[in-house]
């Protein structure tokens, strides 16, 4: 398996401008995950999603970012408009199930690093 | 809430010798896990180990170990023979199923930066 895949791996974009992360969960996991990554804030979840349903978004920051996942294979964070303080690390994870028994772990993509001049 | 706490940012160790990086927790659920996770500077997330709270007997995988303490809720990383390849931030998280919602919290711990000096 590719595991998680993440693109772009890089965005350089303009305050204002609209951003869209991509994902893809590796095949057959039935939980995804959104972080963002900041040296001030650390690892935040901002939203994840089981069999393409929002479970939780109580950690996206504001209505300027919003997330989908249309099929089991595809999700997408969007953000607009796009902000200075929205320049940090995103990254998908997902993870097969979780459970009393369960594995749990979640695995992550490369994650991309955008930045908001 | 819970809480994660890693009490030190930046930790070094010389290289073959053993390090212990430290993360407390604060919780009132009675199951959960808890992971570790190594961030090398290509930045890929990775999980070095998980325990189960159900169990007794701590994790090993390899150089890595885990002195798993639930009554002082302590859960820390013991690297032996530390590598150079060793170098990166480690990041301990727990995670709790949330009873009856079908939702779960899972929380990371601001990280410590290992170095492994040669």
């Known amino acids: 398996d590719a595991g998680v895949i993440q693109s772009p791996r890089h965005e350089v974009t303009e305050m204002g401008q609209e951003v869209t992360l991509r994902c893809k969960p590796i095949s057959g996991h039935d939980y995804l995950f959104w972080y963002r990554q900041t040296m001030m804030r650390g690892l935040e979840l901002l939203i994840y999603f089981n069999n393409n349903v929002p479970i939780d978004d109580s950690g996206m920051p504001e209505d300027r970012f919003s997330a989908k996942m249309p099929n089991a294979s595809f999700s997408t964070l969007k953000i607009q408009p796009s902000e200075p303080r929205d320049s940090a690390v995103y990254f998908c994870?997902?993870?097969?199930?979780?459970?009393?028994?369960?594995?749990?772990?979640?695995?992550f993509g490369p994650g991309t690093r955008l930045t908001v001049l | 809430a819970q809480t994660v706490t890693q009490s030190q940012p930046e930790m070094s160790v010389q290289e073959a010798e053993t390090v212990t990086l430290s993360c407390t927790y604060d919780?009132?659920?009675?199951?959960?896990?808890l992971f570790w996770y190594k961030q090398p500077p290509s930045r890929q997330m990775i999980l070095v180990i998980r325990?189960?709270?159900?169990?007794?007997q701590n994790a090993t995988e390899n150089r890595f170990s885990v002195n798993f303490q639930k009554a002082a809720k302590s859960f820390s990383l013991k690297i032996s023979d530390s590598q150079l390849g060793d170098t990166a931030m480690y990041f301990c998280a727990f995670m709790t199923l949330v009873s009856g919602a079908g939702s779960y919290q899972l929380t990371f711990g601001k990280g410590t930066k290992l170095s492994v000096i040669p």
């Open positions: 919780t009132s659920e009675s199951n959960y896990y």
């Open positions: 994870a997902s993870s097969e199930r979780l459970g009393d028994r369960g594995q749990n772990e979640q695995f």
């Open positions: 325990q189960e709270a159900y169990k007794q």
